[in-house]
């Protein structure tokens, strides 16, 4: 029994005098008895109570103020965390503990074993919560102490959590039963397997939050996009079972951790750190307007005003000093060479890591020329405006070189042209 004895003979003096103070008043002496006990524990529950408002509003406050004018940061994660308040929520029992036998001594042992059990359950409970806010406030501290908003490293306090509150319960459970925690564990052994496959998600997540964490697989911020979901966006929180995406609709996907190390995704933080992104498109060209050229006949493309105007704006004179090479034999190859010089030439296209046109084999759809070079931005609404425009000038040039895209032609039956 959790219980603390005061001074022999203090209880019964105290006692004593409340009870010939009531017997005086007109009680019997077994109600006089009764009444007088009851007094007292009011007196002692009013005292514990007004303890704690005392720390919980007085004390507090000064608390507050010390760590606003202190330089140190682990204090203000203790406040932030209510660490400071669980802890007075430990000055009322113990009050209780000690005062008690003023109100009920040794005689009323089972009214004692009640309040007994229900002061130990009430402080298992605010160590609990000790516990728990000073594992919290430690990750602050961690994240503050790396510069992170969050980190993967969260399901582990997530993990600790339940954990405590576990022990809390099954130690709660052996207080009501009169058993010891030892002997509560040891029947749960029997329900292992139960216990196994109700929380095989939470254990699953939780190693698989740790392999995330371990091996840097993803962190807050990075952009992912996994297979077979509908999660493509950035990374805002890592927990104990799931990862949770804002796709760049704005909409929420919660992928579980356990995906992400037994399948694959893909993460796209090495190209924002690199700080360029590629771009891979081809042009259909129609392999009809594909024709050989003489190397004189280089100069026929040059008196278009619009290539004219491109290779004086850059500066330009490879396109003319060039005609003996061979991608200068065909029209689909001099324009080959134009975009070289195009790509070489635009203020937001890199030669790095690597830049390449190339022909792919013709298809029902026309002779495709692949252009796969990088530009020297990451953000979407940039690379969308860049790509467009490099594509929209690209297009309106090849006219200049006698080709044209291809494209698919309604059918139109001869009756009906006849008509139109």
């Known amino acids: 029994m959790f219980y603390i004895a005061t001074k022999d003979g203090l209880p019964d003096k105290i006692l004593d005098t409340a009870k010939k103070v009531l017997t005086d008043l007109g009680f019997s002496r077994y109600r006089a008895d ?40 682990v204090d203000r994660f203790l406040f932030e965390r209510k660490f400071f308040h669980h802890l007075f929520g430990l000055i009322p029992p113990i009050i209780i503990l000690f005062l008690l036998p003023l109100s009920f001594d040794t005689s009323y042992s089972k009214l004692l074993n009640i309040f007994d059990k229900a002061i130990n359950i009430y402080l298992i409970f605010i160590f609990s919560r000790i516990l728990i806010s000073l594992i919290e406030a430690g990750f602050d501290y961690y994240l503050m102490r790396h510069d992170m908003a969050t980190s993967p490293y969260k399901g582990a306090v997530e993990m600790a959590r339940l954990f405590i509150n576990c022990i809390m319960i099954l130690t709660i459970v052996g207080v009501l039963m009169n058993l010891k925690l030892s002997n509560v564990l040891t029947g749960l052994s029997a329900f292992a397997a139960v216990l196994v496959l109700i929380f095989k998600d939470t254990l699953l997540g939780f190693i698989a939050g740790m392999q995330l964490a371990q091996n840097k697989m993803v962190k807050i911020g990075d952009w992912i996009t996994v297979p077979n979901t509908n999660a493509n966006g950035v990374v805002i929180e890592v927990n104990i079972l799931t990862v949770r995406v804002q796709n760049f609709d704005n909409t929420l996907v919660y992928v579980p951790s356990y995906t992400l190390v ?159």
Not at 336 to 363: F, G, M, Q
């Open 34 to 73: 009764l009444w007088d006990r009851i007094l007292v524990l009011a007196a002692i529950i009013l005292i514990a109570y007004l303890s704690y408002i005392f720390f919980s509003k007085v004390v507090i406050k000064l608390i507050r103020y010390l760590i606003s004018h202190s330089r140190l940061n």
């Open 262 to 420: 037994t399948g694959s995704f893909q993460n796209w933080c090495g190209m924002v750190e690199s700080g360029v992104r590629r771009i891979s498109k081809s042009i259909y060209i129609d392999v009809t307007t594909i024709k050989a050229i003489q190397p004189e006949e280089v100069d026929t493309f040059l008196s278009d005003k619009s290539i004219m105007r491109f290779l004086n704006s850059k500066n330009t004179t490879t396109f003319t000093n060039d005609k003996e090479n061979p991608d200068m034999k065909t029209n689909l190859g001099v324009f080959r060479t134009w975009l070289s010089l195009y790509l070489e030439s635009h203020p937001n296209v890199t030669d790095n890591p690597y830049k390449i046109i190339h022909n792919l084999p013709a298809v029902g759809s026309g002779m495709p020329i692949e252009l796969i070079f990088f530009i020297t931005t990451t953000d979407w609404e940039k690379f969308e405006n860049i790509q467009s425009e490099i594509f929209e000038e690209i297009m309106c040039i090849l006219p200049a070189f006698g080709l044209s895209q291809f494209q698919y032609t309604a059918y139109i039956p001869e009756e009906i042209k006849d008509k139109q």
